[in-house]
């Protein structure tokens, strides 16, 4: 049986004819517009930060810190004399800054209290290599700006950032993607917890030295975006130069539709998000589009349109954990009158969101009310069978009582959302100014990213106006014998990287592993070293070393397998020994190659004494075999069981095998 909340959904899926992912295909997305352009961030592996000489890369427990330094940000004029909008949305807040320092990865010019140093060389040279495998063209002259953040991640309330290259490419396997820009900054605090008015940043990370690449919006599919992802992550770990592991490399993704905007995507962590956020952010859009439309054929003035609201009395509601949780705590019980809302707030937007949640993460960001923070008339909750099954909702009664304090209409919606005297008219501001937006469709916006594929409000989105130049940093030149000096050092291209492990007959699904992990290097020294097919030598890597720990940092290090097949053929042992002692490797890294053959109980055998056991087994199982399909595939694999132990470094396992299929079919 379909309930309300189905009923809905499958409505607007209608309306915006929304298609699945799985089922989307190129025509899709031609269809509605798609765009999608990238701003990849990866931490270069630098001693020392960006603009002062405290060590890179130290990290530390968020309660183990020296001392705490506590913020209010304001903004401040651009040189055009203008405020930009995403400072003016966090000043609302009111937010209290306060930053856990670790004296060894911390000092004055983090807080502001003296001048940058000059840029860290060491980052330049990086950045610089990065660059050039994108193909940018470097700039002549490097000038630092600033560029401001008032969310307090950046204690300054500002990043120092300088453009090191322009107008670069790069190849993905449906087209060539256009690079605008490549750049140096430091990289932010981060954050511990963020509740109410406080929100609490530890500052080991902040003024690592990060690069960011953006791109055009050249991605017309979310596979495209995904993909190309890969090939700029592939090309900063190619470098050797920056640093791996969790919040090493970032992610923002801009996204937009025709008739929508620019709506950008923060902190997607792992790659393998992008095509579910992207795809749902693009339908998104549609609704909201969905929705002006339907505004506008309800004739309602934009100009005019105003929201109305009214303090509630807490004894108007029947008894509910929310109403005694407000009584104790002192706030206000307000609703709110929607004019002409009717069936927009239960819009849906995204899998199990809807319009109403666009307002309630506008209320917990901007007015610092932590959800759950409001209840709306279009919960699909009007009878008392409803409201007994759902108690945390409003009785179509108790609705009914809020529509005649307002002074509602039929066509009219309502919310009802509770508050502190202090927050109220932010509250208020915030409802007001989401709802007038969905007369124009889009609102520009910075979103967070959630594991589920969908996402919530994070900030208005910024713009030029927040960007000034650094007045304490002079210009530095590059010269042409800087940048020939990085090009002499330059690894190979990506792409002919992956042209390399094609031509070595490598399947695809090992080249994102491989590439990753900056492998090729690896695999070219250690099947030259030890005369191995590099083939052999990658799956190696991608299929048994990628098994023993999926995504996370290398278990067994290069230099340690190089060691390994080293060790294996001074005892003349075969290649095969070589995948039974790797997870005892991956365990203990520092075990004896000679104590890892005792504990895979290794023994010593020659090949006569192996081959003359298949005559004897073929007999045995013969004794007791059963008819079944596939018979000789059956028993070799009972044969090889047998024999395996026998023959594990002592015989090739494949030269066995094969001598066992012989066996077992000569009589057939």
């Not at 303090?311 to 706030?331: A, F, H, M, V, Y």
Request: net charge negative.
């Amino acid at each position: 049986m379909v309930n309300k909340w189905e009923q809905n959904w499958l409505r607007t899926r209608e309306r915006v004819k929304w298609v699945e992912l799985k089922k989307a295909d190129l025509q899709t997305y031609q269809d509605i517009g798609f765009k999608c352009g990238l701003e990849v961030h990866q931490q270069l592996d630098t001693e020392k930060k960006l603009f002062c000489r405290c060590p890179a890369g130290i990290y530390s427990d968020f309660d183990n810190y020296d001392a705490e330094i506590v913020r209010h940000m304001r903004p401040t004029l651009s040189e055009l004399g203008e405020y930009d909008g995403t400072a003016l949305m966090e000043f609302k807040t009111r937010k209290k800054i306060v930053y856990r320092i670790k004296n060894e990865t911390a000092c004055t010019y983090e807080f502001d209290d003296t001048p940058p140093f000059s840029i860290n060389r060491q980052a330049l040279e990086y950045g610089m290599e990065i660059a050039l495998l994108l193909k940018l063209n470097i700039v002549g002259e490097l000038h630092v700006t600033r560029k401001q953040y008032l969310d307090g991640s950046i204690p300054t309330g500002f990043q120092r950032t300088t453009i090191l290259g322009i107008e670069g490419e790069f190849p993905i396997s449906t087209r060539t993607i256009r690079v605008i820009q490549f750049s140096v900054e430091e990289d932010s605090c981060r954050e511990v917890s963020d509740h109410r008015h406080t929100r609490v940043y530890y500052t080991d990370r902040l003024g690592m030295p990060l690069t960011q690449t953006v791109t055009y919006p050249d991605m017309l599919t979310p596979q495209e975006a995904a993909e190309a992802c890969h090939y700029i992550r592939f090309v900063a770990r190619s470098s050797g130069k920056v640093r791996t592991g969790i919040g090493a490399a970032r992610q923002d993704v801009n996204v937009s539709v025709t008739g929508g905007t620019r709506v950008e995507i923060k902190g997607v962590s792992h790659i393998s998000w992008i095509p579910s956020l992207t795809h749902n952010e693009a339908f998104r859009q549609r609704s909201f589009l969905e929705i002006k439309k339907e505004l506008q054929s309800r004739s309602l003035d934009k100009s005019t349109w105003n929201i109305s609201h009214c303090s509630l009395p807490l004894n108007k509601l029947q008894p509910r954990p929310i109403i005694d949780k407000i009584t104790k705590s002192g706030w206000m019980l307000i609703a709110v009158n929607l004019p002409g809302f009717q069936n927009i707030l239960s819009f849906f937007t995204q899998p199990q969101r809807t319009f109403a949640d666009e307002i309630a993460d506008r209320l917990k960001v901007i007015a610092c009310l932590e959800k759950p923070n409001m209840l709306h008339s279009e919960e699909f909750c009007f009878s008392d069978k409803d409201y007994t099954d759902h108690p945390q909702l409003l009785s179509g009664e108790e609705w009914q009582l809020i529509k005649g304090l307002l002074q509602a209409k039929q066509e009219d919606a309502q919310i009802l959302f509770w508050t502190p005297q202090e927050d109220l008219q932010t509250a208020l501001e915030t409802i007001q100014e989401r709802a007038m937006w969905a007369f124009d469709g889009v609102p520009n916006e910075t979103r967070k990213s959630l594991p589920d594929g969908t996402t919530i409000f994070e900030r208005v989105l910024p713009g030029a106006d927040r960007m000034y130049p650094d007045t304490d940093s002079k210009p530095i030149p590059i010269s042409q014998e800087f940048v020939e000096e990085v090009l002499d050092k330059m690894p190979l291209y990506v792409y002919e990287r992956m042209e390399q492990l094609a031509a070595w007959g490598v399947p695809r699904d090992a080249h994102t592993y491989i590439l990753r992990n900056n492998l090729m290097p690896d695999i070219e020294h250690i099947s030259a070293e030890h005369d191995i097919d590099p083939k052999k030598t990658a799956l190696l890597f991608a299929h048994n070393i990628k098994s023993l720990h999926g995504d996370g940092p290398l278990p067994v290090k290069p230099d340690k397998i190089s060691d390994l097949i080293t060790f294996v053929k001074s005892r003349k042992l075969t290649f095969d020994i070589v995948y039974e002692m790797l997870p005892y490797l991956a365990d203990d890294p520092k075990i004896q190659f000679s104590s890892v053959l005792d504990l895979i109980g290794y023994e010593k055998h020659n090949r006569e004494d192996i081959l003359k056991e298949i005559p004897l087994l073929h007999k045995m199982y013969q004794s007791f075999k059963t008819k079944s399909a596939n018979q000789p595939f059956s028993e070799c694999n009972w044969i090889m069981g047998q024999l395996r132990k026998l023959a594990l470094g002592n015989m090739p396992l494949r030269e066995v095998e094969e001598k066992v299929l012989a066996e077992i079919t000569k009589e057939k």
